[in-house]
């Protein structure tokens, strides 16, 4: 299963965008989820988590600013994102979270916060 994250697009600084990511129903009933981002030259990082029953976790630069959520009818997990800055600049993914780490990995999408 490859993972399409969609929603992303050119926003102004202090602007808001909302990811989504849509998976098999099985296989997302089944498993925690995450938001992933790659900005250029770095290191893919975890932006933010949710687990089956919806217990989450953020990275520190994005608490308070961005929520995860996840849509157990839809089958779709969601990343609202709010006041964004130019460093949240990134190619955003969703994945599926394992014990191992994240993986099923698809095309991720690009969010280009402009100043």
């Known amino acids: 299963v490859q993972l399409q994250a969609s929603g992303g697009g050119l926003v102004q600084a202090g602007g808001s965008l909302r990811l989504s990511c849509a998976a098999p129903?099985?296989?997302?009933?089944?498993?925690?989820m995450g938001w992933y981002r790659q900005a250029p030259g770095k290191q893919r990082e975890m932006v933010a988590t949710?687990?089956?029953?919806?217990?989450?976790e953020y990275a520190d630069s994005v608490k308070g600013r961005f929520t995860i959520s996840r849509d157990n009818a839809k089958n779709t997990v969601f990343l609202q994102m709010s006041s964004l800055t130019p460093e949240d600049t990134a190619v955003y993914f969703c994945?599926?979270?394992?014990?191992?780490?994240?993986?099923?990995w698809g095309q991720g999408t690009q969010v280009t916060v402009s100043s």
């Open positions: 994945a599926a979270v394992y014990v191992s780490g994240p993986g099923n």
């Open positions: 129903k099985i296989f997302f009933v089944m498993n925690n």
């Open positions: 949710i687990t089956k029953s919806g217990s989450t």
